[in-house]
Every structure is written in C-alpha cells, then in structure tokens.
C-alpha cells in the first residue's frame, strides 16, 4: 500500500512570493489534514477536511493561508503572500479512523 | 482548548536501559493518545496508541500507561537499542475529533 504522498519535498522562496503544496492521501481515507512543525516543536493542525469539506479550518491563518480538495481525494494548501515566519515543514496526513498516517512533509524556506 | 506538556525534552540513556517520557493534558474530555516516533527529516509514524478504556498497553519493548485522573500518560522503552534514537511526541484528541495536540517532543539518544 502506497503511503501519503507530498510534493515538493523542499521549497525555497522569498518572502511575498506565493507557494503552494501538494498532497496524495492513501487511497480510500476520507480524511485528510495539513500541520505545520517548526523546527523542535510537534505538529500543528492547520486544517482537516472530511472528503471535500474542510471541517476545522480554525488554525488556518485565513488572510494568506488557503487549501482545497475539490474531489475528495488529494488537496493543495497555498501560502501567498509568504512570510519569513512561514518557514516550516508541512505535513498531510491521512485517516480512516484515528490513526493519522503522516507523508513525508515539505519544508519551505523563505527567505 | 486542549494542551500537552511534554517531558524530558531531551533523554540520554545507555543502550540496554529503559526509557520513560511523560505527557500530560489539560481536556479531561481526551479519549485518544497516540505516540509517534519522528526520525530526523522523516515522517513521524505512530508506534502505540492508548484509549481512556484501559490503563496500560504493551507492544514487545514498547509500553503506554494511562492515569485519567491524573491526566496524565506515559511512554515505556524497554532494552533500547541504538535504532531508538529519535524524537518522540506524544498526543491527545477527542475521539472522531481527528484534532491530535501534540506535546513539545522528547530527543531520546542510545548510547551504543
């Protein structure tokens, strides 16, 4: 079985410069979530869809930060404009019950 | 909303010797606690889980025990090896939530 994919896996930009990240979750997970770890910190939830309804978007920093998942399968998180602050890994994962099954993350850069 | 304390943030023990992080939460609603091990620049992946059911869970060398009371949980490695190098983080949810908060992580090192 194929695990949750993410792409890129490293991301350099500078700052004010959009960015967007995407996620492939494992086959036939209803749910889906986008985190962001900074550097020596655990996972954050930025957002959690159920199919294509995103259903707690309230870490989401909605004046750059938005995400979709237009069929209910793989999602895009965008960032735009980029700030310093943003730098981080983003993680998706993937769910059918409790167990959250993470990709391998992006980690963005900017500069 | 819920938080997670976590500690030690960082633990070196010799290899062979057992190892215990410590968690606590704040929402005594919290019926789901997993733990995962974060390798560096890999994915983290969950090694145990426990649910406010029962008290304590055993996987081979891996073992997780629950206070509700308290609020308060626990991770257990037994005999560590050096491939036990990592960081390890714990988390709370309200089950069907899917919310996990996770703690701050903990470094453990094996010394060969």
């Known amino acids: 079985e194929a695990g949750v994919v993410q792409s890129p896996r490293y991301k350099i930009i500078e700052k004010k410069q959009p960015v967007a990240f995407w996620c492939n979750p494992i086959?036939?997970?209803?749910?889906l979530y986008w985190y962001r770890q900074n550097l020596g910190q655990g996972p954050e939830l930025l957002i959690r869809?159920?199919?294509?309804?995103?259903?707690?978007d309230s870490q989401l920093p909605k004046d750059r930060f938005s995400a979709e998942r237009l069929k209910g399968v793989d999602s895009t998180l965008k960032i735009q404009p980029a700030e310093l602050g943003d730098s981080a890994v983003y993680l998706c994962?993937?769910?059918?019950?409790?167990?959250?099954?993470f990709g391998p993350g992006t980690r963005l850069t900017v500069l | 909303g819920e938080n997670v304390e976590q500690h030690p943030s960082t633990l070196s023990v010799q290899e062979g010797d057992s190892a215990v992080i410590k968690c606590t939460y704040s929402?005594?609603?919290?019926?789901?606690f997993p733990w995962y091990k974060q390798e560096l620049g890999k994915r983290p992946q969950l090694i145990i889980d426990?649910?406010?059911?029962?008290g304590e869970k055993k996987d081979q060398r891996i073992a997780v025990t629950l206070n509700k009371t308290a609020k308060h949980f626990s991770l257990h490695i037994t005999e560590t090896q050096p491939e036990d190098s990592a960081v390890y983080f714990c988390?709370?949810?309200?089950?069907?939530?899917?919310?996990?908060?996770f703690g701050q992580g903990t470094t453990l090192q094996v010394k060969p």
């Open positions: 869809y159920e199919n294509e309804e995103a259903v707690d």
């Open positions: 988390a709370a949810s309200i089950d069907n939530t899917g919310k996990l908060i």
């Open positions: 086959s036939g997970h209803n749910t």
């Open positions: 929402d005594s609603a919290s019926n789901y």
């Open positions: 994962a993937s769910s059918l019950s409790n167990e959250q099954f």
């Open positions: 426990i649910r406010s059911n029962v």
